[in-house]
């Protein structure tokens, strides 16, 4: 069984940095994308960062030149360096991995359990 167990979230005063961390552990055969999402109260869920492989990465425009994704494929862990933050920014944080659990299987996408993120102005 998959899980993805995130870290790193709480309150900053805006202009300040948080760092989010996600790490998948379990029966992982393989993995493809991995990245996050966000979603504020009364809004949508909506992408954050999210990142295929070294060089091919995607950042929602609120974000860009703010927030960086990074992994680390080889221990199945990916992490979001956000800096400058905003009032607006102010959501719960959901990582994501897209995963093969074996040979045989269809890859799936397994989800974190959210983590708070508070930007107070």
């Known amino acids: 069984q998959v899980q993805l167990v995130e870290s790193g979230g709480g309150l900053v005063q805006a202009g300040g940095s948080l760092r989010l961390s996600c790490a998948a552990s379990?029966?992982?055969?393989?993995?493809?994308?991995m990245g996050w999402y966000r979603q504020a109260p009364g809004k949508q869920r909506e992408l954050v960062a999210r990142l295929f492989d070294i060089a091919t990465t995607n950042y929602a425009a609120s974000v860009k030149g703010r927030f960086t994704i990074s992994r680390d494929s080889a221990k199945n862990t990916v992490a979001l360096q956000m800096n400058s933050l905003k009032p607006e920014d102010t959501a719960v944080y959901y990582c994501?991995?897209?995963?093969?659990?074996?040979?045989?299987?269809?890859?799936?996408?397994?989800w974190g359990q959210g983590t708070q993120v508070t930007v107070s102005s």
């Open positions: 994501y991995a897209d995963l093969t659990i074996s040979v045989v299987a269809q890859r799936s996408r397994y």
């Open positions: 379990g029966s992982i055969f393989s993995s493809n994308a």
